[in-house]
């Protein structure tokens, strides 16, 4: 149920994680990300999805190679199907979170009224390791580049959550 904080914050926060494809990397954020909400019983305050900034794979299942990898570390990605970042998604969610500089750049051109850069972020900001602060595309790479995506994807989430909860004040709704 929506709810309406102290602070204004609004339930639920509207998270979309942003790629490329929209079937390796932001689909496995998403999945990681809604695992660890679900862990922590946060499900009625977070609505949570994923897009890509290009239109080639809409509808298809997520990578097989990304599907495996997240099965393996107990992450199901069967019911995703992929999307295409809209422009509307940038005045309807509280949070973008794109997995490189090139996805950023997309969705920050689509902000034709330059309104909503607040709301737009590299995902990796929040890796406590974080690199070049982009998620490395895996797509024409080996099983490794996988691994190493649902390892970045995974221990930058547990951050982005714990981050998350502290912004919109989330512990203090459960209590209430
Ligand atoms: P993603 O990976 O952006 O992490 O979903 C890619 C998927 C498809 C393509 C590139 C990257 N592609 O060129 O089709």
């Not at 998270?15 to 494809?21: A, D, R, S």
């Amino acid at each position: 149920m929506a709810k309406q904080s102290a602070t204004e914050s609004e339930y639920p926060v509207r998270v979309n994680f942003v790629c490329l494809g929209n079937i390796c990397r932001s689909p496995v954020a998403e999945g990681v990300f809604r695992t660890l909400v679900e862990r922590a019983e946060l499900e009625d305050y977070f609505d949570i999805a994923s897009t890509g900034t290009g239109s080639w794979h809409v509808g298809e299942q997520a990578d097989a190679r990304m599907r495996e990898t997240a099965k393996k570390h107990g992450v199901s990605l069967a019911s995703h199907r992929a999307q295409q970042f809209e422009p509307e998604h940038l005045e309807s969610f509280d949070h973008i979170f794109a997995m490189d500089k090139s996805n950023l750049k997309d969705v920050l051109a689509l902000d034709a009224s330059d309104n909503y850069g607040n709301k737009v972020r590299l995902f990796r900001e929040f890796d406590p390791e974080p690199g070049d602060y982009q998620v490395p595309d895996p797509y024409y790479g080996g099983a490794e580049g996988f691994e190493n995506v649902f390892q970045i994807v995974e221990r930058t989430s547990r951050m982005l959550l714990h981050r998350l909860v502290e912004e919109h004040e989330l512990e203090e709704q459960m209590l209430e």
